[in-house]
């Protein structure tokens, strides 16, 4: 399996082609794309079959085989049986070890309409991210091994992600994880899970501004090329391809776990930001997984929303930006949807480049095709499957309280954003799966407000916020950002 960056022209791509290993440690290519497959492997009828009766960890090891073809199977197998186990995916709602790492969970039914949550945040931090993240921990160990390598880790979070990453790489030989946050605009739970970590190779950075800010100070110093070389620099957001490549499994998983027969089909409603976790459901249906709609739940921040509606992309400027109650989806720039656009427009890297750096120089591009547009490709999203809604913080404690009310579990605020949304877009016959994406003791605030009750605390996190909290604050400039990386690796 070889992989291509979406804004390198072809015949550069066929030059110096790129496996799995030779992308998993960096971010952004060197022509400053994002990697895709040169062609997205397909899944069989009978691979389905024999699919369902797996295990999470052996189904992952199924799936990444197809995109790892470097590693060894034998390698990868025991990489995917030691992260997805009993251990470190609990049943974290009751304190209590399960072997189903990703259940799902009947909310409603109507007929022949059915809504279905899939619960992926029982991991460590709580959050969706760790279903990629513990892996991606355990592939960095294992490719920096072999070569006596180091890596430092630069990414930036608008919550989950930093966690989740910290998590999966403290402790872990030759790694350092650099996080960027944006200072203050986190819920209090969010900022103490990173904050509170004091190991040595963690080094939590609250920028002034918004999560934007971060990103791009992330794209910066990915861009230049000679400090991410001499300071070894890689990264763990979902720009990262195995991340994304990670999150694949669970789009396989609650399929087989909804359906009967591979004639039968599922639609996904995803919380969307970043556009990465939808990235994943994009790739699972270009590979053949049988899935109706992808629809693409915002917050108030509705970039993408507007794009599914409209075929304009117009990202937003950090003034326009909302802190909103399901703050990790305060993102106006959504870094994976160029993944998207390449396969839209035909995987014509020439086109991508020119749209996107449009994006930087005026801040968006329109497919609609109506006069004085970039094109008409947004005519073709339909093929693609993807559909979209947006969601307020009305619309979010209405949700939070109908839940509890009808089905006796709370939610977090930005699965309440994905339920609101699906409902919209159920169909007969076409069980709807909601992604979860944390428990609700992640964002207390608006619990509190919604239910006049605390969220439930799982075991072990009663009193993180009471802990001693280890970070700096940074404005958001390159050269400062660059200057403390270099202070603190030594190289």
Not at 44 to 66: H, N, P, Q, T, V
Not at 160 to 180: C, H, N, P, Q, W
Not at 267 to 278: E, K, L, M
Not at 456 to 467: A, H, K, N, T, Y
Request: proline residues 4%; aromatic residues 10%; hydrophobic residues 40%.
């Amino acid at each position: 399996m070889h992989y291509v960056s979406t804004r390198a022209a072809k015949a550069t791509a066929s030059q110096a082609p790129q496996q799995f290993s030779d992308i998993l440690l960096g971010g952004l290519a060197p022509d400053g794309g994002l990697y895709l497959p040169a062609e997205y492997p397909q899944v069989s009828g009978a691979e389905l079959d024999a699919w369902r009766k797996l295990s999470y960890a052996d189904l992952a090891f199924e799936i990444l085989k197809k995109f790892a073809t470097d590693i060894p199977e034998a390698d990868l197998k025991k990489l995917t049986k030691k992260t997805y186990t009993a251990d470190v995916y609990r049943n974290v709602r009751k304190g209590e070890k399960s072997a189903d790492i990703t259940p799902l969970r009947i909310l409603e039914q109507h007929g022949d309409k059915t809504l279905i949550l899939q619960a992926l945040s029982n991991g460590p931090t709580l959050a969706f991210k760790d279903m990629a993240m513990q892996l991606l921990g355990n592939l960095f160990e294992y490719t920096l091994a072999k070569d006596g390598a180091e890596l430092n880790i630069f990414g930036a979070t608008s919550g989950d992600t930093g966690s989740a990453a910290e998590y999966a790489m403290r402790g872990k030989k030759g790694i350092r994880v650099f996080m960027l946050s944006p200072h203050k605009k986190m819920s209090a739970f969010q900022s103490a899970q990173m904050f509170s970590l004091q190991d040595p190779n963690i080094f939590n950075i609250a920028v002034e501004g918004v999560f934007d800010d971060c990103q791009d100070l992330v794209k910066a110093v990915s861009n230049d090329l000679p400090f991410k070389a001499k300071q070894k620099i890689g990264t763990v957001n979902s720009i990262n391809w195995a991340r994304v490549v990670a999150q694949v499994v669970y789009y396989f998983r609650g399929y087989l776990a909804a359906t009967t027969e591979n004639t039968q089909k599922v639609s996904f409603t995803v919380p969307s930001g970043n556009f990465g976790n939808i990235c994943a459901g994009h790739i699972a249906r270009m590979m053949g997984l049988p899935i109706d709609r992808l629809v693409a739940a915002t917050n108030e921040n509705d970039v993408l929303d507007e794009f599914f509606r409209t075929g304009v992309y117009r990202v937003r400027k950090s003034t326009e930006t909302y802190h909103t109650s399901s703050p990790s989806m305060d993102i106006s720039k959504a870094s994976n949807f160029e993944r998207f656009i390449y396969d839209l427009v035909g995987r014509d890297a020439e086109r991508v480049r020119a749209l996107f750096h449009k994006v930087e120089t005026q801040g968006g591009f329109d497919l609609s095709g109506k006069p004085g547009s970039d094109g008409d490709e947004f005519k073709l999203v339909s093929n693609y499957g993807f559909s979209s809604g947006k969601s307020t913080h009305k619309d979010r404690l209405d949700t939070i309280r109908d839940v509890a009310d009808d089905f006796d579990i709370t939610i977090d605020t930005h699965t309440a954003d994905g339920i609101k949304v699906a409902r919209q877009y159920m169909a007969p016959g076409v069980p709807m799966i909601v992604l979860e994406t944390a428990l609700a003791a992640k964002f207390n605030e608006t619990i509190l407000d919604a239910l006049g009750v605390d969220a439930e605390r799982p075991p072990g996190f009663e009193d993180i916020e009471s802990l001693p909290q280890k970070f700096v604050v940074m404005p958001a400039d390159v050269a400062q950002m660059q200057a403390y990386i270099a202070a603190n690796t030594g190289l």
